[in-house]
């Protein structure tokens, strides 16, 4: 079975939208906004869950029978899908750290 491109931009564009909340939290972290940080990675996470639930459905194909044809654009999601995760669970402790730092600075 051939997947989609709009399923494998699904993962892309929920694992881009994650990304970019991602990056806004650490920013307004710096400048000290942290209910708006913790808005942005809420939003992170919410869109986490759309692309994670995307790659779960096509798993569940493929466990379940079906052959899934992989191509380079569905490598290409996936590294985004992956590489998101990875900096959410890097930005959330850059992001603790960043706290600490503005409370030292607050001194």
């Known amino acids: ?12 564009t929920h694992s881009g939208s994650a990304r970019s909340f991602i990056f806004e ?3 307004m ?3 000290g ?14 869109m986490l ?15 379940g029978g079906d052959n899934i044809q992989v ?10 899908l992956m590489t998101c995760i990875l900096a959410r ?3 959330e402790n850059v992001i603790k750290m ?3 730092i503005n409370e030292l600075k607050a001194k």
């Open 49 to 63: 869950n759309e692309a994670h639930k995307v790659q779960t459905l096509l798993i569940q194909q493929e466990a």
């Open 33 to 46: 906004k942290y209910a708006e940080a913790d808005e942005a990675l809420k939003s992170a996470r919410e």
């Open 89 to 91: 669970d890097i930005m």
């Open 71 to 80: 191509r380079l654009l569905m490598v290409h999601a996936q590294d985004h």
């Open 25 to 27: 939290a650490f920013q």
């Open 29 to 31: 972290c710096k400048e």
């Open 1 to 12: 079975m051939e997947v989609g491109e709009e399923v494998i931009f699904q993962l892309i």
């Open 98 to 100: 960043q706290k600490e």
